[in-house]
């Protein structure tokens, strides 16, 4: 209803309040949103089945009852197999070698990394555009090519290859992941915590060891758990600079023309849990510390 003043200006009564199909489309959107995550939940949770498919069958087929020497097939239940790991003197050897090489290089890729990645992170230097590229294009160059070329640098250079040999490698291809997840680390440092500290006295030594390494140090484990990972399981790279030093893979790898015995299935087991119980712990340990 309008009504007219004495200028002849036109007034609008108030809007009339309408009901019944405003809500329409809130409501559709919401059930369109709402199928939406259920849809990409359910695709999650297939990505995550079909990742830790592999998996759960080297875990089941660990207690395979097989009866021949190809374990590619279900006989049965048995835990005889757990109470035999040693039926296969190689294949300790070859356990013993990988975990001795992962452990070896982890500890000199996670010192070196790390201070690699503090340099990198905090301070800014002539050629730091060029120390970037060099630890990106390790992680994108494919194994083949690393492989051949540390085995032609170690021909070149009279070295034999052998242990040491695998240790360099292993060191030289972990050695970029761990600078770069202790790089992200500290980019994200809030720089005043480190000036309180000296401002309340403390020397840079101190500073560091009291302040700044706790800080960091959920980015030093990730990337000494990335690069134990990445080393444990090498193929590529420690074929071409191995030697006659057999590792667990490489191991794997020779026995397939014969059959993998259950026992590579429970060594398998037994690493896996062993890292999932680390990543817990580290992860426990750093929402504690949050």
């Not at 359910?42 to 020497?69: C, E, H, R």
Request: charged share 10%; no cysteine; proline share 4%.
């Amino acid at each position: 209803m309008t009504s007219t003043s004495e200028t002849g200006t036109v007034g609008v009564a108030s809007p009339v309040r309408t009901t019944g199909t405003a809500a329409g489309p809130p409501a559709k959107r919401r059930s369109g949103g709402r199928l939406g995550d259920r849809l990409l939940k359910g695709y999650t949770w297939l990505i995550l089945a079909w990742l830790f498919l592999p998996i759960a069958v080297m875990i089941v087929f660990g207690f395979n009852d097989t009866q021949s020497k190809s374990n590619v097939t279900w006989q049965g239940f048995t835990l005889k197999w757990w109470g035999r790991l040693g039926d296969y003197p190689d294949l300790t050897v070859a356990v013993f070698n990988s975990l001795k090489i992962a452990v070896t290089s982890v500890v000199i890729t996670t010192v070196i990394g790390t201070l690699m990645g503090l340099a990198l992170g905090r301070y800014r230097f002539r050629g730091q555009g060029v120390t970037n590229l060099v630890l990106f294009a390790a992680i994108a160059s494919p194994e083949l090519v690393m492989g051949a070329s540390l085995l032609s640098l170690f021909v070149s250079s009279g070295v034999q290859t052998g242990m040491e040999t695998v240790i360099i490698a292993h060191v030289l291809f972990s050695l970029s992941f761990v600078a770069i997840t202790v790089r992200a680390r500290v980019v994200g440092l809030d720089p005043s915590i480190e000036e309180a500290a000296r401002d309340l006295g403390a020397s840079t030594w101190v500073t560091f060891w009291r302040v700044t390494f706790p800080m960091i140090l959920p980015g030093i484990v990730s990337g000494a758990l990335l690069a134990f990972a990445l080393s444990i399981d090498d193929f590529v790279i420690t074929q071409f600079t191995s030697g006659s030093v057999q590792t667990f893979p490489l191991w794997i790898w020779g026995a397939t023309r014969i059959g993998v015995p259950p026992q590579v299935n429970i060594i398998g087991t037994l690493i896996f849990g062993i890292g999932v119980v680390i990543a817990v712990i580290n992860t426990v340990t750093a929402r504690r510390r949050t």
